[in-house]
């Protein structure tokens, strides 16, 4: 049974995790063993359990205890679980709980580049995408619509970030991701992958390419808001791709596009281990 614990002191050290602590101070970069993540909602709270992620404490409003939190509260057995009312926790937290509840859980050492491509044959690459809401959505897209892993340069939002996971309606914790270090074209084209930038390039080539389709592992290359690909990652890569528009529209927000080129480019691809 969980430890139910009646906030009354807003300035209780154990509720910095949900109230004080940013979301950089939650990553704890010195020391990423002790590294959290705050995990909102019940269907993203349950997904991460599913994945093996370790609660530390939760914090919900009081009519959640028996409704919709009681499933989650029966796995997370006696961690500290701090509630009271909506309004008490509002005040607290700063913004409205979605869904009445936030889990703190432990953060897992990273795989390697490495391991997540193993076996894969379709990887989509997210090259400086900054903003939380646009990260969990395109991973909500791969997960959903073919992709087999996502990978991350530096620059990225996290996807464990309370609102890219809460995004992704918790797909973050359904499909394998990681960060990716150095020139990550080198990187994936010796791992036997061809690459495709998505880029506005008057020599690209649409998305429905059948020579796209044809590749045996592909790894699809989605730029920064505003900005997209350098020139140069675009000049590395093997493909230049674009989604053909009309009404004079010249671009799609990133998240948009992500689910248009993964649905034409994961779909029909044999799955096979490589």
């Not at 953060?107 to 903003?131: F, H, Q, W, Y």
């Not at 592909?218 to 590395?236: C, F, N, P, R, W």
């Amino acid at each position: 049974m969980s430890n139910i614990i009646e906030i009354t002191d807003f300035l209780a050290p154990e509720l910095d995790v949900y109230a004080r602590l940013s979301e950089a101070q939650l990553l704890n970069r010195e020391f990423p063993e002790k590294g959290l993540f705050i995990a909102e909602s019940p269907k993203v709270i349950e997904r991460a359990l599913d994945a093996g992620y370790e609660a530390v404490s939760c914090l919900m409003e009081k009519k959640h205890i028996d409704g919709e939190g009681k499933p989650i509260l029966s796995r997370i057995g006696d961690v500290p679980v701090y509630t009271a009312e909506f309004d008490v926790l509002t005040q607290l937290t700063g913004f409205k709980l979605t869904r009445g509840m936030l889990c703190a859980m432990k953060r897992k050492k990273l795989p390697s580049v490495e391991e997540i491509c193993k076996g894969k044959t379709r990887i989509a690459v997210l090259d400086r995408v900054m903003n939380p809401t646009n990260v969990g959505a395109i991973i909500r897209s791969a997960a959903a619509l073919g992709m087999d892993a996502v990978l991350l340069t530096a620059g990225c939002s996290d996807p464990l970030y309370r609102r890219a996971a809460r995004v992704s309606m918790g797909t973050v914790f359904q499909i394998d991701w990681t960060f990716i270090d150095g020139d990550s074209l080198d990187k994936l084209k010796e791992l036997g992958f061809k690459t495709a930038a998505m880029a506005l390039k008057d020599d690209s080539v649409a998305v429905d390419d059948p020579n796209l389709t044809a590749e045996k592992r592909l790894a699809v290359i989605m730029g920064t808001e505003g900005d997209g690909l350098s020139d140069k990652t675009i000049a590395d890569c093997n493909y230049t791709v674009k989604i053909p528009m009309y009404h004079g529209v010249d671009s799609l927000n990133v998240a948009a596009a992500s689910a248009v080129a993964f649905y034409q480019l994961g779909r029909n691809t044999k799955k096979e281990n490589i």
